[in-house]
């Protein structure tokens, strides 16, 4: 088993969709930034942020928390056997916060402002913490990633011919890359687990300071620890979604001897998350809402529901050691995720003077839509560019 | 043995008195603590002016009355003072001028108009010269920027500025009056704008204000679903101050545009059982509904009826008060004259009941006719005369004298 | 040398403390920069009479587009609850008094420039100031319009150009502080007639509110919104109906940023929560690759052994 590039035809029916659905988005974006963002959404100044922040941005970052439980696994504690995992995670995690940016880049009235934060600082805003974190990780992300951009290129530059001359210097850049890098990558994996524990908790305190206007069932203040705990507990059921769903799509054999043992982990990760959830909503006697049966009692119950099945089929070892089984119940937890941050940022946040209540657009939906369709998209190109995914030694000599 | 047994008593006692002398002279000083902290309060109140005394007005600060820093019993010093509710005499009340011409921003606007004699004769069914001359004085009125300053940036907030002041005392009535807050239409005009024709001239006043007889309410009390209420009884008979019930009448209770236009349900005003009760309440402290509630109307108030004491010639012409005085409720007489008619006895002029009596009878005794002073029965002939009787004999010349 | 090292000790001990207090003193820092003789504005309803002038005269000193004066004086406007946006930085509402139908009631409503500003807590590149004077200022050369503070504001102030692509705005109340800095009144305050606006200390206006209420007791509620709500407020309500029949959001009293402050100071206690995670998990990477190289040492001796034996 060792990383390599896919080789698979570009072009399949469901690429054609994505794309359809990538120009869609794009052609939203474009009216947005011609006419503003009240041309596109259905944001007004009782609801300033929308499906953009819930989805693309706050979502968009616990999906891609793979990235940072995954290389805490196989790189701090050095169990090698994740590594397998480690390649696909990474990519996840760069391209998932490379749209986290664009999304945050897309929802910002002045976008060209973006990097107001990096000069004038302010250390009381969980905004401005979740904002240089997520820039740092960002940056930390494309070093870590850097080592597979030289496996892949290192005596193989081969520019066009006009060019060509550089062919020996960028080889040669690339070498004193690798070997720096090699020497000092335990820095970056550190740091990139340390930034992510902290800006995936601070994305939670972003909306503690919206107070009274948020939904009791979710305004609490251990929100930060439940944002962290909920991103640790997706992440590698984000990771096994995406292994099975990749090797279906290239029709490659699961890797399952790696994603049982992963699987075996999740139940643990929910369990302590759901313990503090419920703990919490025990502790501020918010159940009484619960049992209301209005919007949010209902999304409260169904994002509870999808963890809690979730986390009875992972105790399960038939569902860990079946393909279909891991499937479903990874993609139940990243649905439950999913709507937990939908949920806080939308659903909860309820003013007190709210005369119509937030829908999303056609536009808004197009736009992350088209976004997450980008992503697959520019996911298939690298993998069948650099070497992420592991293969068979067999299979890929076959394939060639 | 003895005498170190004396000895040892002795330092005891001694050592005892040390000790309780010191403890007590330790506690003694915290009364006298006290004692300055409570001097130093008072002077601090005094100093600040937020001591108990002046519940009343508690921004009461010297300047308030004394006009300069050092006033003495000689020479007060004092203003020609807003001491509320101090005074409440208008003497100059006829004096009062047809129209006052108010033009602080002579720069922009022309004057504003103000009719006060036909606003002071309105205001005698509301608040009186009060409701606008709310601090006053027995000299000659007060201008308004006496107390109220021309500036709005100013140290001292807690009194209106005095366009403020102005505003205040027109728009409350005037905005429920019109429904209107526009500034060109009513009151200001722009220098250089035409006049607009005012309906208030000099020498106009008000018309006479026509006083409801009576009243009948129908109400959806079942036991006595009709009260009546007799409105010229109460002012004419009774005198009573149209002020002690219309108390915070203004213009709107009649001219009200609203109402005009036929729209007159949303200004229903909600009052609670006990508001409705309460103009009548203040007086008739009563308990029992059936006293108003009647299931027809009332007969007007006949005074022979209701108290069985017939008021004839004399007494009908009195006012309720001379006999039943000034506090409410009234006063209740028993049927005896002398107790209102005190000095009965010495120098009565019998002429007032219509006998002049002869000068044989003038100087006897009350009750030489009247038995055991009850001047509510005929008098007695038979005490003197064995074949006279009252009052086909009468001791004197009927009519009066 | 004991003593010395004793000493070495307190010394030490004391830097801690003091720096420890000086922290302290850092984070509480927003409070004592006020100034004590900081402005605010009382708003007394029970003097306001809904003429609207001051929204002209802010939209005027705002350079923002404005019927004429003389059209403020239509009252169809009232049959809509309207809020402050973009174009409007302050609007009177109107609200039923039953006491008095003939006399309803009238609130304005613009920032009410907090003395804990949620807004300045929140945003993420310090847009907002808390000036010592009280007001509360948005600078648009910092502001990236993420609209962080409109989710952040208790009162919903904040408004956004929702309809441009280039420059948007955020707009609300700033107290008019370019006047304020000539020496002038804030122009809603300068053109009330009734002076229902009343401009001074905040200190003397609570106790001004005070004594209102206790004169006029039938006709306040006792209640002087802004006094208490979310830490205190710059500008402050009297009103005789309770206000959250005149729609102001019943508020907590406790600052609005002060459980967000606390958590991320918490977090970054000068950054010894994430130094210390991270030397954690340094050293946890460390034994564990040690580990391995154990293992596969023996591993390789084992091999070895094996390869021998066979």
């Known amino acids: ?400 | 043995m003895k005498k170190l047994i004396y000895i040892s008593i002795a330092v005891l006692i001694i050592v005892i008195l040390v000790i309780s002398g010191s403890i007590l002279s330790a506690k003694n000083p915290v009364p006298v603590e006290k004692n300055n902290a409570v001097q130093e309060k008072v002077m601090q109140d005094i100093k600040t002016g937020t001591g108990k005394n002046d519940k009343k007005s508690e921004n009461l600060k010297c300047t308030t009355c004394h006009e300069g820093d050092y006033p003495t019993k000689n020479d007060p010093l004092l203003r020609a003072c807003p001491r509320e509710h101090m005074i409440r005499d208008f003497k100059y009340m006829d004096k009062g001028p047809d129209e006052v011409v108010i033009d602080y921003m002579k720069e922009n606007y022309e004057g504003v108009v103000f009719s006060h004699k036909l606003h002071s004769e309105m205001s005698a069914i509301s608040t009186g010269c009060t409701g606008c001359h709310h601090y006053n004085t027995a000299a000659p009125i007060l201008n308004c920027s006496e107390c109220h300053d021309k500036n709005r940036k100013r140290e001292d907030v807690s009194v209106p500025d005095l366009k403020a002041a102005f505003h205040r005392q027109c728009m409350t009535c005037h905005k429920q009056w019109s429904g209107d807050n526009g500034c060109n239409n009513q009151c200001h005009v722009r220098k250089g704008e035409k006049q607009i024709e005012r309906k208030t001239s000099k020498g106009s006043s008000h018309p006479q204000l026509k006083e409801p007889g009576k009243l009948v309410y129908e109400t959806n009390y079942d036991a006595g679903k009709i009260v009546t209420f007799f409105h010229d009884e109460h002012n004419k008979l009774f005198r009573i101050d149209c002020s002690s019930c219309h108390k915070k009448d203004n213009c709107v209770k009649c001219h009200d545009k609203t109402k005009q236009q036929g729209t007159d349900g949303k200004l229903k005003v909600q009052k609670s059982l006990d508001e409705h009760h309460q103009p009548c309440m203040n007086c008739h402290k009563i308990n029992n509904c059936d006293k108003c509630h009647k299931n027809s109307e009332m007969a007007p108030f006949n005074h022979a009826r209701s108290t069985g004491f017939a008021l004839k010639s004399y007494h009908s012409s009195l006012t309720c008060a001379r006999c039943h005085g000034n506090q409410m409720p009234v006063k209740k007489l028993d049927r005896n004259c002398n107790s209102c008619h005190k000095n009965f006895t010495t120098g009565f002029n019998h002429g007032v009941t219509g006998l002049t009596l002869s000068e044989v009878h003038k100087d006897m005794d009350c009750e030489s006719c009247h038995a055991g002073k009850d001047f509510s029965k005929p008098p007695v002939c038979s005490s003197c005369h064995d074949d006279k009787s009252y009052p086909s004999n009468s001791p004197g010349n009927k009519g009066r004298k | 040398m004991k003593n010395l090292n004793r000493r070495d000790f307190f010394k030490s001990a004391a830097a801690g403390v003091s720096m420890v207090t000086i922290g302290a003193a850092s984070v509480k820092g927003a409070d004592k920069r006020l100034s004590e003789d900081r402005v605010g504005v009382l708003v007394d309803t029970d003097v306001c009479v809904g003429c609207r002038h001051c929204e002209w005269a802010c939209k005027t000193a705002h350079d923002l587009p404005t019927a004429d004066l003389d059209n403020y004086s239509d009252k169809a406007v009232f049959k809509e609850y309207r809020r402050p946006d973009a174009g409007a930085l302050t609007v009177v509402n109107e609200f039923d008094n039953e006491k008095n139908p003939a006399l309803p009631v009238h609130l304005k409503i613009q920032c009410m420039h907090c003395e804990r500003p949620a807004c300045v807590s929140a945003c993420i590149v310090g847009a907002f100031a808390k000036r010592e004077d009280g007001s509360v200022v948005w600078d648009s050369d910092k502001c990236i319009g993420c609209r962080y503070c409109m989710v952040a504001c208790p009162f919903q102030i904040p408004t956004y150009d929702y309809d441009k692509a280039i420059q948007p705005m955020i707009r609300k109340c700033d107290f008019c502080s370019d006047r304020r800095d000539k020496g002038q009144l804030p122009a809603c305050v300068s053109i009330c007639p009734n002076e229902a606006l009343v401009f001074g200390k905040r200190v003397d206006l609570i106790q001004i509110a005070k004594s209102r209420i206790k004169r006029k007791s039938d006709v306040y509620v006792n209640h002087i919104y802004g006094e208490n709500e979310v830490g205190g407020t710059s500008w402050m309500y009297i009103a005789s109906k309770n206000f959250d029949k005149l729609k102001m959001p019943p508020l907590a009293l406790n600052p609005a940023p002060g459980i967000s402050e606390t958590i991320q100071h918490g977090i970054f206690a000068y950054f010894v929560p994430p130094v210390t995670l991270y030397a954690l998990l340094g050293l946890m990477m460390w034994v564990t690759k040690r580990r391995k190289s154990e293992k596969n040492e023996k591993l390789q001796e084992n091999n070895e052994e094996k390869g021998v034996k066979s």
Request: charged share 10%; aromatic share 12%; glycine share 8%.
């Open chain 1, 1 to 400: 088993m060792i990383p390599a590039p896919v080789k698979h035809k570009f072009f399949t029916p469901g690429v054609f969709i994505l794309i359809i659905l990538a120009l869609n988005g794009l052609a939203f974006l474009a009216v947005r930034f011609v006419s503003g963002i009240g041309a596109v959404t259905n944001l007004d100044n009782v609801t300033p942020w929308g499906l953009w922040i819930g989805v693309d941005v706050a979502a968009g970052v616990a999906l891609a928390a793979g990235g940072f439980t995954s290389a805490a696994l196989g790189h701090v504690m050095h169990r090698e056997e994740y590594h397998v995992i480690v390649r696909p995670a990474l990519l996840t995690a760069m391209l998932g916060y490379t749209f986290v940016a664009f999304g945050v880049f897309v929802d910002i009235g002045r976008f060209y402002y973006i990097w107001h934060p990096l000069i004038m600082w302010n250390g009381n805003s969980a905004l401005f913490e979740v904002g240089i974190c997520v820039m740092i990780y960002l940056t930390v992300l494309y070093i870590e990633f850097m080592p597979i951009v030289t496996e892949r290129f290192i005596g193989r530059v081969n520019l066009p011919d006009f060019i060509s001359f550089l062919n020996k210097p960028i080889d040669r850049a690339l070498r004193y890359i690798d070997s720096r890098l090699s020497i000092t990558m335990f820095i970056f994996i550190i740091a990139g687990v340390v930034l992510s524990t902290l800006h995936q908790s601070s994305l939670g305190t972003l909306m503690v300071i919206a107070g009274q206007k948020m939904h009791p069932l979710w305004q609490t203040p251990i929100l930060p620890l439940l944002f962290l705990l909920s991103a640790i507990a997706v992440g590698f059921p984000m990771v096994i979604f995406e292994s099975l769903f990749a090797s279906r799509s290239f029709k490659m054999k699961p890797e399952m001897h790696v994603l049982s043992k992963l699987g075996g982990m999740i139940a643990p990760i929910i369990g302590i998350y759901l313990a503090f959830k419920i703990g919490d909503m025990f502790i501020r006697e918010t159940f009484k809402y619960i049992t209301l049966f209005d919007t949010p009692s209902i999304m409260f119950i169904a994002e509870m529901g999808l963890l809690v099945i979730a986390f009875v089929m992972f105790i399960s070892n038939r569902v860990t050691h079946s393909p279909l089984g891991l499937f479903i119940a990874s993609a139940l937890v990243i649905a439950g995720v999913l709507l937990n941050r939908i949920n806080n940022f939308i659903v909860a946040y309820n003013p007190y003077y709210n005369p119509v209540k937030y829908i999303p657009s056609f536009g808004e939906i197009s736009v992350t839509v088209g976004c997450i369709a980008l992503l697959v998209l520019v996911y298939r190109v690298v993998v069948m560019i650099f070497p992420v995914i592991s293969q068979d030694k067999e299979d890929i000599i076959k394939k060639i």
